[in-house]
């Protein structure tokens, strides 16, 4: 299944009759409630709201980033209550270029959920109808198996990878918060040692991805000889890193992983080296 569906191609399957489960993944770092409340305003008829903080993240210590992720046992639960059941074809949207629909988008494939796509250029490039009828989930009849997140990277691998250096750390923030300027959303600025920047925005032709040809050339041209399994993702919160992720994966650069506590876990240890 390719990581990315059209708008057409869901229009499609939404008049098919074919059952689709459509996650308005709207968010605002700045403003937490604004998603919710522009999905009550208007979505695509159908869609449920998932939410970052309360479905895509678990409760934070201080010391596990800003977005950490909810255990695979919390995980299972939010996706019976949610009504992902093992075949369900979800589709992710939001109507910030696919950051947050790419979040979702990465919890699901890594837990098992092959049947999942995101929304190309999101809820901009969506021409159907829109409802203001906010939808409840309907559970699944059987609760969700917790499974382990594959691909996913812990601290201390980062850590260690300081000294071993056997993968390359590709940190998805813009290029001044990658610098250690304009730092808004963590107490510290800077990034990890060694760490390359890719901004996220740098996926997207206005809010859809560029054609995969061009992101091949792109991620090539950037990470020179070194292979997909050799990167690891990050970003501010475990986020925006999802969204260069999928953009290895449109580009058929499959195999790369996700370090999820990124810089907001990694800063809050004043043990941790830091680069500017």
């Known amino acids: 299944m390719t990581p990315l569906i059209t708008a057409n191609q869901l229009e499609e399957i939404i008049n098919s009759g074919e059952n689709v489960l459509l996650c308005d993944c709207r968010f605002d770092l700045v403003d937490p409630l604004a998603g919710k409340k522009a999905y009550e305003e208007s979505h695509i008829p159908g869609a449920i709201y998932v939410d970052l903080d309360h479905d895509m993240s678990s409760s934070k210590t201080g010391t596990n980033g800003r977005h950490p992720l909810p255990t695979p046992q919390a995980w ?10 093992p075949n369900t ?6 109507k910030q270029g696919s950051v947050y629909a790419s979040r979702l988008w990465w919890m699901l494939k890594a837990t098992g959920h092959a049947n999942v796509q995101v929304l190309d250029g999101g809820l901009d490039a969506w021409n159907g109808p829109m409802s203001t009828v906010p939808r409840q989930p309907t559970p699944t009849l059987q609760a969700i198996e917790p499974r382990p997140y594959v691909g996913l990277v812990l601290v201390d691998e980062v850590v260690s990878n300081l000294q071993t250096k056997k993968n390359t ?3 998805a923030r813009a ?8 730092e808004t959303l963590d107490p510290i600025g800077g990034h990890i040692p060694g760490a390359i920047n890719r901004f996220f925005k740098g996926n997207l032709s206005a809010t859809a991805f560029k054609p995969a040809e061009q992101l091949f050339k792109d991620f090539v041209e950037l990470l020179g000889p070194i ?4 990167v690891i993702h990050q970003c501010g919160s475990g986020v925006t890193a999802c ?28 043990s941790r080296p830091i680069e500017t």
């Not at 290029?175 to 304009?182: E, S, T, V």
């Open 169 to 171: 750390v590709l940190d």
């Open 227 to 230: 292979k997909p399994a050799e």
């Open 76 to 85: 299972a639960k939010t996706k019976t209550r949610l009504g992902i059941s």
């Open 243 to 270: 969204h260069n992720l999928l953009a290895m994966e449109i580009a058929g650069l499959k195999g790369s992983r996700l370090y999820a506590g990124s810089w907001s876990e990694w800063c809050a240890d004043s």
């Open 89 to 94: 074809l979800v589709v992710a949207y939001d």
């Open 175 to 182: 290029n001044d918060r990658f610098q250690g300027q304009n």
